[in-house]
Each structure stands twice: as structure tokens, then as C-alpha cells.
């Protein structure tokens, strides 16, 4: 029992610990000129970070939006550092798959034989 308690309180601090958040807000809020302290403070640890063959670093986040177990949206946000500072931001924008059936039509549809059969 007191190893089952130790793993139930480790798993919970490991979700507590998660650190900033980078939303659209947050997002909007980095200005350009800031520097990559900021940008950490206010967004957390890059996702990745890409390096540029004229010097620069993208950082990248990802925002997932989910409803239950399914994710409705993805944003990818990229800030662009030269010189440890913020020279230019955007993000990308995408929706998951959409479903290859319709389940309404899938529902309603009948196949019912011609008489010509």
C-alpha cells in the first residue's frame, strides 16, 4: 500500500510541474525585441528549436485543444531569435483530419435491392 500512495503522489507532482504554457495569448504578448529569457519565462522550454543558416533560432511550441481523449486543434507557434532577441513570430494553424464517413448518412441509408435485379 505504501508503494502504490508513493507512485499516486509522484505521478501527481510530475503533472504539477509542467511550467508555463505557451495559448494565443501568451503568444501575442512576447514582443518583438524581447530576449530569449523572457520568452522562456513567460512560455516555458521550446518544443524544439531550429537552427537557421544565417545564425537565427526558431522556437517552437505546440497548443493542443482537446475535448476528452480527442484533440479538436493544433497551433504551432515559431519565434524567431537572432541575437538572443525576438525578430519575428507566426503561427500555424491546423485542424486534425476530418472523419473519411459520415456516420449520420451511414445511419440513414438503406440498400435496398431494385426489382430489376
Known amino acids: 500500500m505504501k508503494r502504490f500512495s508513493w507512485m499516486i503522489v509522484a ?4 503533472c504539477g510541474t509542467g511550467g508555463a504554457l505557451m495559448t494565443m495569448p501568451s503568444f501575442y504578448d512576447i ?3 524581447a530576449s ?3 520568452v522562456v519565462a ?3 522550454k521550446p518544443y524544439a528549436i531550429h537552427k537557421k543558416g544565417d545564425g537565427s533560432v526558431e522556437y517552437e511550441y505546440i ?3 482537446n475535448a476528452s481523449a480527442r484533440t479538436l486543434e493544433e497551433r504551432h507557434y515559431f ?3 537572432k541575437d538572443g532577441k525576438v525578430i519575428s513570430k507566426r503561427v500555424q494553424q491546423s485542424s486534425p483530419l476530418p472523419t ?3 456516420s449520420y448518412e451511414m445511419q440513414t441509408t438503406q440498400n435496398i435491392p431494385s426489382s430489376a435485379d
Not at 505521478?11 to 510530475?14: E, N, Q, R, V
Open 79 to 81: 519565434i524567431l531569435m
Open 31 to 33: 514582443p518583438v525585441g
Open 36 to 38: 530569449s529569457e523572457e
Open 11 to 14: 505521478a501527481l507532482s510530475a
Open 42 to 44: 513567460t512560455a516555458g
Open 63 to 65: 497548443e493542443r485543444i
Open 100 to 102: 473519411t464517413f459520415d
